[in-house]
């Protein structure tokens, strides 16, 4: 991973900086300390995804936007206080990979290359991708590990390029009956009896569910945790119990 010419200098070349830009920021540079990149972002003279790009020109390195998320169980190859510190995600969807793909926010630093290659016990293909993406991807990435290191299953909602949010829904554990204040939400008009057809082979799904109310006996699994997704987006605020019943009754 030689490097055969400065990052400025080919910002330059390719015409997203000036001479007069680059002598500037590396003023501010030796002023203020941290990376020409950095600097260049914050007076958007380039955006991350510039840098990273030329990072990976300059260190002849593929590129990687961050636009696709790994397979869950490469996370676990990293520790999070060490992707957190580093700035790296490994990436692709072969844990068991020989040379392991690992995206980093800064591809430059040789201290975490080394030390992250050394966690994961095996040589690794260094990425260059915009450290801000890497940084939200990291979080999303971890934050599904601790749900599913729960015992749940998880419903995500993710963009790295705009942040990410996560749902766990308890499996295989019974929905709990409702509380009296969930009750108490709902007037006798919003309730509405489940209908089951006549002489089915298997038990109707209900045409009308109350989230944490009325269940199924037939102890189908898919239908419980259709019941728990519900009660836990109202949870977490995706829609309000009044929101659903509208719904369900529409």
């Not at 990976?56 to 390195?61: S, V, Y």
């Not at 926010?105 to 994961?120: F, H, N, R, S, Y």
């Not at 963009?159 to 939400?185: C, L, Y």
């Not at 009325?214 to 109202?234: C, F, K, P, Q, T």
Request: net charge negative.
């Amino acid at each position: 991973m030689a490097i055969k010419q400065k990052l400025g200098d080919l910002l330059v070349r390719d015409g997203l900086i000036t001479e007069s830009d680059l002598r500037t920021m590396l003023a501010q540079q030796r002023q203020h300390g941290g990376r020409l990149g950095e600097h260049l972002v914050r007076v958007n003279l380039c955006t991350e995804e510039q840098i990273a790009q030329a990072l990976a020109r300059q260190l002849n390195i593929p590129f990687n936007d961050m636009s696709d998320p790994p397979a869950p169980a490469l996370s676990k190859l990293i520790p999070h206080e060490k992707a957190t510190k580093f700035q790296a995600l490994a990436m692709g969807n072969n844990p068991f990979a020989s040379r392991l793909p690992v995206a980093f926010g800064d591809p430059t630093d040789l201290k975490a290359t080394m030390e992250i290659e050394k966690v994961v016990g095996r040589p690794i293909q260094i990425l260059s991708g915009p450290a801000l993406l890497v940084r939200r991807a990291i979080e999303a990435a971890y934050n599904s590990i601790d749900l599913r290191d729960e015992g749940t299953s998880e419903f995500q909602v993710t963009d790295v390029r705009g942040g990410a949010r996560s749902v766990k829904v308890a499996s295989r554990q019974p929905v709990p009956d409702a509380q009296e204040e969930d009750v108490a939400e709902l007037s006798e008009s919003d309730i509405e009896p489940i209908e089951e057809e006549p002489e089915a082979p298997q038990a109707a799904i209900p045409r009308r569910i109350a989230p944490g109310g009325a269940r199924a006996d037939s102890g189908d699994e898919a239908l419980r945790m259709v019941w728990a997704m519900a009660d836990l987006l109202i949870e977490h605020g995706y829609f309000t119990r009044a929101e659903l019943m509208k719904k369900l009754r529409s």
